[in-house]
């Protein structure tokens, strides 16, 4: 061996004849000055830089300095170098084909000779041929002492000049030719192959790097070119014999720039995950806020891929595999909920994300330009409709609704006329008066469809402020309205209606609950509610004769306050769409829809119809069910879709109506304001805003955006009963109802302290309509999990 040594650092090279020595250092030494490569300036020549020779065998040492060692043998290694080349090249001349048949020729396997083959799509092993295996196959030891069987297409390199090769020699062997790989070495060869566009075979470029083709020499060789990605091409292979050319200049600096830009992009990998690594292992309250993680462009770029990866919803492969890459650094499996754990250990998610708020696109926020436009309409405060508005100041009015109603669309009035019959006013919010069709504000409104409920927050169709202070109805103050008057027949039918721009000043502001409440108090100074309640009851009845089905049942209503905290608060409710209170509104929201169906149809006006065909369900199959939640759900799963029209009112069979239409919720539901912009503009006598079919097609979006809504509340929901149902005590019993049996005696069942349906396998005996206790037996919201266990009584 030889070693070469410049300011204490080694090389070593195998061992070579005496006179071709020189040739290699020249090489090295050359290609620093000829190609600047390698910076010479690296050395620092103001000091004795010594370039030693030992020949380990003898143990002759022959020293220079780099100047001296440059001027005493420069000459020799021209002359050497022109002969050499000469003689390279006359080898290298030959053609592809010839030289690879020659060599298929000289490398028949046969027993002892040592070869390279691929174990599997990661492992390659150096190994001693040992014996035919049938007639292509071989038996071969490997370096780890394994004997198996190849397929000659396994085989990656023969190593030549090797007879009877000993098994236990393959590590070191192994090692000496990983010690002796220099990468650099490849850039003279190709440089010098590149000046004649000559190709070279794994030997011939032994000769030229190394001096010689002997056994290590050649697999060295063939080890850099078989890991080269950057000099060399595979022109042309037979079995395991191949022929190399050399790149082209222009191709070779591209992969020299892909390969930088690779380093660099590794560096900021390393970096990013040791910045994810140092976040997840910070406490909950110390880990960095989510803005922090945008503040540099190329960490923002990542936690983006990383969050649609999340969400799947990437917008290219280049975000997919950046996500792909960064969790399989972080040792993690490329799924949509590594990541989206990723993200909530990092701190950028909260425990709690709500995942389908992301999925959905939903908008959350205004921009400036809205909010800017809807602050000047409050400041404006100009009423279009005042000289044709009937003053109702002096009616009691009541508003009724949930207690965390952020902004009110309907409130109440009612009283008996002389001759006994109801009159019913229906008040509702009359934002039309605020915002006119096709204007920025209604713009922003279509696209959104609905404002969006959820356990955790709302996001209101209008911008807050003036859906709040200014469309909102509010308790003692005159607000503007849209008031439909019914009076109703003994039966309840509808005797008479009218429809008016108003003006009202709401007297309570009352929950469903503490409507239930005076309802049940029967005060005398409260006529006009139960004079409201008298009215609902005489409409529930003459739908029910109408063939009205009723669907009434338990709901749950969950209120989180803190959402982002890893345990905030929850507050669950169940309502009971049979509360008189709740009843009532009911009532009166599907009187009010009759009314307008009724006014539209008669005037003709193009207004968002809707009804249900008039399933044929005959009600009385299910009288054996036990009346309330048992037969509402077995009725509801034979009902058909709800139908629209836009040009006449159609049937609603399951309200028992001749015709509806939603008017009630004109802040929250685009639907209705539509239909409010239609009726406004009859009663003032403007031509109407939109025909039949620009109704239509506008409800082809909100009614999209309204469907996305509505199964978000549903998913947001049963997450947060879920994990209200994971903090409860394990030893917690709930009572349950059995609606119906699935499979043997797994039933589905309605917890009715929870409002809420699952399954569980109860006893035999039981039947449906029964009362159960279960308890919950597992819970895991993020992965949509619930089971629950009955609890037997033992008697």
Known sequence: MVVRTVNSISLFRSTTPPSQLPLTAFRRYHQIRAFNYLHFSRFPVSKPTLFSYRNLKTGGCRS??????????????????????????????????????????????????????????????????????????????????????????????????????????????????????????????????????????????????????????????????????????????????????????????????????????????????????????????????????????????????????????????????????????????????????????????????????????????????????????????????????????????????????????????????HDGRIKVWIHVADPASFVKPGSLIDREALQRGTSVFLPTATYPMFPEKLAMQGMSLKQGTICRAVTVSVVLHSDGSIAEYSVNNSIIKPTYMLTYESASELLNLNLEEELELRILAEAARLRLQWRRGQGAIETGSLEPRIKVENPDDPEPSIRLYVEDQTDPAMRLVSEMMILCGEAIATFGSANKIPLPYRGQPQSKIDTSAFNHLPEGPVRSSAI???????????????????????????????????????????????????????????????????????????????SSLRYWILEYLRRQPKQRKFRALILKFLKDRNASLLLLEVGFQATAWVSVGSHVGDEVEVRVEEAHPRDDIISFKEVVQVT
């Open 64 to 417: 220079y300095s780099v100047q001296s060692f440059v001027d005493s043998v420069i000459e020799e290694f021209e002359a050497l170098r022109r002969r050499r080349i000469r003689a390279s090249n006359k080898s290298v001349l030959t053609s592809n084909k010839e030289l690879v048949d020659d060599k298929l020729r000289k490398q028949v396997l046969q027993k002892g000779l040592l070869l390279e083959f691929k174990k599997d799509s990661e492992r390659i092993l150096l190994a001693v041929a040992q014996k035919p295996d049938g007639r292509r196959n071989w038996i071969v030891s490997d370096q780890n002492g394994v004997t198996t069987s190849i397929k000659p297409q396994q085989i990656t390199y023969i190593v030549p000049g090797v007879d009877n090769f000993n098994t236990t020699e393959i590590s070191d062997f192994n090692q000496r030719a990983q010690n002796n790989l220099d990468p650099t070495l490849l850039e003279f060869a190709w440089l010098e192959l590149l000046e004649g566009n000559k190709s070279v075979t794994v030997e011939e470029l032994a000769e030229m790097i190394f001096g010689s083709a002997d056994p290590l020499e050649c697999y060295c060789a063939h080890l850099l070119l078989s890991r080269d990605e950057v000099y060399f091409t595979r022109l042309d292979s037979k079995g395991s014999s191949s022929v190399y050319g050399p790149r082209p200049t222009v191709q070779v600096e591209e992969i020299k720039r892909r390969v930088i830009a690779k380093e660099a992009a590794d560096k900021d990998l390393e970096e990013f995950v040791q910045l994810l690594r140092s976040a997840k292992a910070m406490p909950p309250r110390g880990k960095p806020s989510k803005c922090s993680w945008k503040a540099e462009d190329k960490i923002w770029h990542k936690i983006e891929s990383l969050e649609a990866f999340a969400i799947d919803a990437c917008k290219d492969d280049v975000q997919k595999n950046t996500a792909g890459v960064i969790l399989k650094a972080m040792g993690l499996s490329k799924t949509a909920g590594s990541a989206v754990n990723l993200l909530t250990d990092i701190g950028y998610f909260p425990v709690h994300v709500n995942l389908d708020l992301l999925k959905f696109n939903i908008r959350t926020s205004y921009p400036d330009h809205i909010l800017s436009a809807a602050e000047n309409i409050l400041q404006e405060s100009h009423d279009p409709d005042k000289d044709d508005r009937i003053d109702l100041t002096h009616l009691k009015v009541y508003a009724i609704d949930v207690d965390e109603a952020d902004e009110l669309d309907d409130a109440l009035s009612a009283t008996k006329l």
């Open 636 to 714: 509801v799963k034979l009902m058909r879709a709800a139908e629209m029209d836009y040009r006449k009112a159609i049937r609603h069979g399951i309200l028992g109506i001749p015709g509806y239409v939603q008017f009630t919720s004109p802040i929250r539901r685009y639907m209705d304001l539509l239909a409010h912009y239609q009726v406004k503009a009859f009663l003032k006598g403007d031509v109407l805003p939109f025909t039949s079919g620009q109704m239509e097609g506008m409800a082809a979006s909100v009614n999209m955006n309204a469907r996305i809504a509505k199964k978000l509340f549903s």
